[in-house]
């Protein structure tokens, strides 16, 4: 093969993406295999907080569909920017009720709907009566600690019903992150029974989104159906903004 000497152009910013990205399809297919699933019934999320749009474009030309962002302000910004690739954005960060209806002009999933508050913002106002359907999960608090985001595990079902009572928000299911300080396939044995119970309320929401770099392959042997894959894939993330 001939040497390639050109400089790196605005569409692979780092060389070691492409290879990061396959190691990660790879460790998903793998674990799916053990599973006994079919890696298809998974979507990968590639988590690129903090980085910047042109790390998201490299991705696009890589195959990468859907992208998980969780901070707002810079959510939107990469998503305007890169309004010419159709991708899907989920919003994975702590959501105030405030800002929720700016993130469904671009998101197209939110996975952090965690309160009575946040769910109810989704709902139809007297300015905008017939607001944009987002595809919703439920973000359950596995760690028994509130700071950390996620309802508690026994406050899952009333806030389901808000949920589907909202009518402005498709709940596809649960979305979680394994504590620290835990084996993390107990904890997502843990999400995968909460999420048994919210099917019974609400029979279509069957995903589950958990998993992250370092237990993708815990998420999976738990019946994960979306992975938030952040480090793994871009390496180390820039400090925050
Ligand atoms: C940052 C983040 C991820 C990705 O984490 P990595 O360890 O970098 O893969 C996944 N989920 C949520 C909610 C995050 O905030």
Redesign the pocket.
């Known amino acids: 093969m001939v040497a390639d000497t050109r400089r790196p152009s605005a569409s692979s910013p780092d060389d070691g993406l492409e290879a990061r990205l396959a190691s990660v399809r790879e460790r998903i297919a793998d674990a799916a295999r053990l599973a006994d699933r079919p890696v298809d019934s998974m979507t990968l999320i590639a ?1 690129t ?1 903090y980085h910047p749009a042109s790390l998201v474009r490299a991705l696009a030309a890589l195959g990468v569909t859907d992208v ?1 962002e ?1 901070r707002h302000q810079e959510a939107q910004a990469k998503a305007a920017e890169l309004a010419d690739l159709s991708l899907t954005w989920h919003f ?2 702590q959501l105030q009720s405030k800002k929720a209806r700016q993130v469904r002009r671009y998101a197209d999933v939110v ?2 709907l965690d309160r009575a508050s946040v769910v109810d913002a989704f709902a139809p106002t007297e300015t905008e009566p017939d607001p944009r359907v987002v595809d919703g999960f439920v973000q359950v608090d596995l760690s028994g600690d509130p700071g950390r985001g996620g309802v508690p595990v026994d406050d899952v079902e009333a806030l389901v019903d808000r949920v589907l009572a909202a009518g402005t928000i498709r709940l596809r299911g649960v979305m979680a ?1 394994a504590p620290l300080g835990e084996e993390p396939r107990r904890a997502f044995a843990r999400l995968r029974e909460v999420s048994e119970r919210v099917q019974r309320a609400a029979p279509a929401a069957t995903d589950i989104s958990a998993g ?3 237990d993708l392959a815990e998420a999976i042997a738990e019946g994960a159906t979306h992975l ?5 894939i ?1 390496g180390n ?1 820039p400090a925050a903004p």
């Open positions: 988590v907080k998980g969780n994975i960060g996975q952090s992150v992250m770099s370092g938030r894959i952040g480090t793994a871009t993330r």
